[in-house]
């Protein structure tokens, strides 16, 4: 793909794929029309050759050349793979924009977000017993509980009433600590229910809020039914960044858990 992309940002190697676009055609013809000499043609169209997006058989004493439909539809394909991934990406971005201005104004006062709730469900396609590895494990929830694009720094949970949490996470470079979380469990009913709370804290060491978090399992013939309930208690007047990130913030997390799923061995 690369070697295409290079191919074609050439302006006069696109200007021949446009013209070997409406038919094939000889060097000559295709130096004459595009307004270049028949060898710096040349020199274009083997590019292009080597890149697979032209073939080319000689007839007699000239050479013809024509071109590749399938590299270009793989190139479109990809192209519409990522616009279509950025079109998603660009809605997220904005909702959270929005929900961020709306929640900053509206954190007037300590408690602005008590009560709030957030619902989260995902059919999973793996047994109970797994997943509930994948949310209680220090080591798998580490493959989905953090940001793609930070580093997990230190991770507890230790999965019994009562049992510790900590989520700790670092910039990419591992420089410094951009987020930290304290907890505990508060249910843990293996392969069925898991409750537990858990606070963000701010850049100060204080607390931004406290999620009450619950997950409920439930197995099915084609795997696991995960339902999340998740409440906020104890929300201070500098949380309005964090809460308005919850619902796409966990969700991805979520989404994560499920592809980490399905590449754990079972």
């Not at 070997?20 to 595009?34: C, I, N, Q, S």
């Not at 964090?242 to 799923?261: M, P, V, Y």
């Amino acid at each position: 793909m690369e070697e295409l992309l290079a191919a074609l940002a050439d302006p006069a190697r696109w200007r021949l794929v446009t013209l070997l676009a409406e038919r094939p055609r000889p060097v000559g013809v295709l130096a004459e029309l595009a307004g270049a000499r028949q060898p710096q043609t040349t020199k274009h169209l083997q590019t292009l050759e080597r890149a697979g997006v032209v073939t080319s058989q000689r007839t007699g004493q000239r050479r013809v050349y024509a071109l590749r439909p399938g590299p270009l539809r793989d190139l479109a394909a990809t192209l519409g793979r990522l616009a279509a991934d950025a079109e998603h990406n660009s809605t997220t971005f904005e909702r959270y924009g929005v929900s961020l201005g709306a929640e900053r104004l509206a954190a007037d006062a300590p408690g602005w977000a008590d009560g709030r709730s957030f619902r989260f469900q995902r059919s999973l396609t793996e047994a109970p017993e797994l997943v509930w590895r994948h949310l209680t494990d220090a080591a798998l929830l580490a493959g989905w509980w953090t940001p793609d694009d930070l580093l997990v720094s230190e991770l507890v949970f230790e999965a019994h009433p009562g049992g510790r949490i900590v989520q700790e996470y670092r910039d990419a470079d591992d420089s410094e600590v951009v987020g930290r979380a304290e907890g505990a469990v508060d249910v843990a009913h293996p392969h069925d229910r898991l409750a537990y709370h858990l606070s963000p804290l701010l850049p100060g060491g204080g607390l931004a809020f406290t999620a009450h978090v619950e997950l409920t399992l439930r197995r099915t013939g084609a795997g696991t039914e995960l339902d999340v309930d998740y409440r906020v208690t104890d929300s201070t007047t500098d949380s309005a960044d964090f809460i308005a990130g919850i619902e796409i913030g966990f969700g991805q997390s979520l989404d994560k858990l499920a592809r980490s799923l399905t590449r754990s061995p079972q």
